[in-house]
């Protein structure tokens, strides 16, 4: 297994390493820093443009895998790669080429996205990744462990066909599933095919080995508002949400407002799967 960070030095990517840490400890995993110096920065050139007040990106990753490495306790690589360019296009193109089982990623970074908002950057990753995508920011809680995940179930067949992967994990961690249908329409039909999909979702996951703890329909404007909610009283350790992946680099059509929303408030990271449109 190998699992990517990526680095820009703010404090949510330090606490997705932290983070990657843990799991690579956990899954006796390679892990690798990557930094991308945007492109038309001062340092897209190399070294040339180090100052003694102006640390140069090398050293901070050096430094970084000085402070980290005891913390890094399985037989694997634990190094990192630099690169310049776009920024999110490098790293989804690290991430395919180099392998990658998942990466691990603070929600906010350098984009300048105002803090209401997942940043730019980190939103192109989840979108365009062709591995799974753990998001995390400050104020989550993380266990390493992962007891239990939340899976939410919506009308989009892509929710079911995420289950393949939740059930890989969910199996390899030992977690508890906690599977939640969520419907902002009122329309009776509706809610039974959400229902349906709920009760498939259980059978599969029960075939596959994954215990199943309890199974939920939330109706309403605020489904989010009480699906976080669950996420909370019942201690979930996860929460696993598919995306759809057009396998080109345009996000604005698959842009999802709830997921932002999710990745936002919610007490727990956020695991997002790839699935094909």
């Known amino acids: 297994m190998k699992i990517m960070v990526p680095i820009d030095f ?7 390493l932290e983070t990657a840490l843990g799991l690579a400890n956990r899954l006796n995993s390679d892990l690798r820093m990557v930094y991308v ?5 001062k340092y897209a050139k190399g070294l ?4 003694d007040s102006d640390e140069h990106p090398q050293d901070k990753l050096e430094k970084l895998l000085l402070d980290y490495r005891q913390q890094y306790a399985v037989k694997g690589k634990f190094d990192y790669k ?20 998942l990466i691990v990623t603070g929600s906010h970074g350098v984009s300048g996205i105002s803090q209401n908002w997942i940043g730019g950057n980190a939103f192109k990753l989840i979108c365009n990744a062709t591995c799974p995508v753990l998001v995390i920011r400050q104020g989550m809680t993380f266990d390493k462990n992962f007891r239990r995940v939340a899976i939410p179930i919506t009308i989009k067949k892509s929710s079911r ?11 390899l961690f030992g977690a508890k599933a ?9 329309l009776k039909y509706i809610y039974n095919r959400i229902s349906i ?18 199974t939920t329909m939330l109706v309403g404007k605020d489904n989010l508002g009480s699906l976080l909610e669950i996420v909370k009283t019942q201690k979930a350790d996860m929460v696993m949400m598919d995306v759809t992946n ?20 919610s007490s727990s990271p956020i695991l997002t799967i790839p699935v094909k449109e």
């Open 10 to 16: 703010s404090e949510n990517s330090i606490l997705a």
């Open 37 to 41: 110096t945007p492109a038309g920065s």
């Open 48 to 51: 040339e443009d180090h100052t």
């Open 82 to 101: 630099m690169l310049s360019g776009n920024v999110a296009e490098e790293l989804v193109n690290v991430a395919k080429y180099d392998q990658v089982t």
């Open 161 to 171: 066909r995420m289950m393949p992967t939740v059930a890989g994990l969910a199996k």
């Open 178 to 186: 906690i599977v939640v249908g969520l419907q902002s329409s009122k």
């Open 197 to 214: 999909s709920v009760g498939q979702v259980a059978s599969y996951l029960k075939s596959h080995d994954v215990e199943v703890e309890s």
């Open 246 to 265: 057009s396998g080109s680099f345009i996000t604005d059509r698959l842009f999802r407002p709830e997921l932002t929303t999710i990745i936002n408030n």
